[in-house]
């Protein structure tokens, strides 16, 4: 290997990378000029150390008390269902489960896939309505379907017995992705957390989820 | 639901979501005033599918003759190796075994993860000697760790038997990322993707994989 270049590399063990990541993150955004709410900054962080991009430092909007929803949703056992099976993937399922969580994901259900191909709708959609009708508090995770967060929301205006927990709404796209967001942010009683505009994903939302594992528990890793 | 919002959705059919969205990705990049080869846009243009983020058009590079490399190793049954069961989850499996490849990863090998525990070294490191060890051709795509990508250099260089058919070099992140790409960009007889700088992911590094499927299959779905 060329000397030079390898002397470029930093010296950092393995498990000091993601220390030394999120330094430099607080540095740049000190440097933007952008100082986070401590209480939603852990979200932030970690969907800006998921993605190199800073853009999740504006878009990213809660709705009051969403954080804390989450959180104590989680330490209560609840489990994550995701709309893509990259999504519950990228989440820490150890972490998850030593809270009694699990990462479920309902995309490849028989049931869902038969429904989906009848109605002419998407598979995520009724992922979703499969997932409400466990009637658990669950937390969804929405980081690629918008049909997805629509077919939340006209559950929830339809009178959910078990209302979602918490819905983390991050698709990411060109067609009504920003107006599903949308749709999601008029919820009142509901807890939310969304990334406006285009911008999300798979990945997005994992690190969501993962950052709230990680206050629920202390940030204690495995 | 409110009117209003509601009535803000486009009515457009699932199967005509991609195409939508790649229509409005094409008018946005003419408005920006770039226009793509015609040999690299697929990836390109999946790329910006994947993150809605217009900095792929400029941060991706192409090594000559790096995307038939990977079309022609594709039509040829080869495999594709992940750094992450999150990337390996977000390739299209279905399209992949139409030609013959699987999707790798070796990341939860018990073998690879003993190692890294003893040598003090990241599993993605040992995941990348692991499957080089396989003696196939093979498609590496890396869209987490620069440790994976540092290892594949190393070990080209040490004069590996089986060289990779392409290596797609997406890592994202703070700590060592960029580095570890221009490591890759020096290569000049191994064909390479690289996202230059800090940006890139799992799911950026599954999108490139997807792009070069539908172009060796032309595109038919399943």
Redesign the interface.
Known sequence: ??AT??G???H???GD?ET??FE??VEELRQRGISLDPATAPVIMRAI?????FDYAENLLFSPGAMQAGVEALKAGASVVTDT??A???INKRALARLGGEALNFIRDPEVMQEAHEK???RSAVAMEKAASLGRPLIYAVGNAP?AL?QL??LI?KGMATPPALIIGVP??????T??K??IM?LENVPWIVAR???????VA?AIVNALLYVATDNVRE
């Not at 150390?49 to 991009?53: I, K």
């Not at 990411?172 to 992705?177: A, D, E, L, P, R």
């Not at 505009?197 to 990945?203: E, I, M, Q, W």
């Open positions: 290997m060329s270049t390898l470029t590399l930093e950092v063990k393995p990378i030394r990541s430099i993150i150390h998921t993605t190199a991009d099976t990259m519950q993937s990228g002419g709708i998407t049909t629509v929301r006209e205006d990411v796209g060109f067609v009504n992705v107006e599903s949308e749709l008029e505009g285009r911008k999300g994903g798979s990945n994992a």
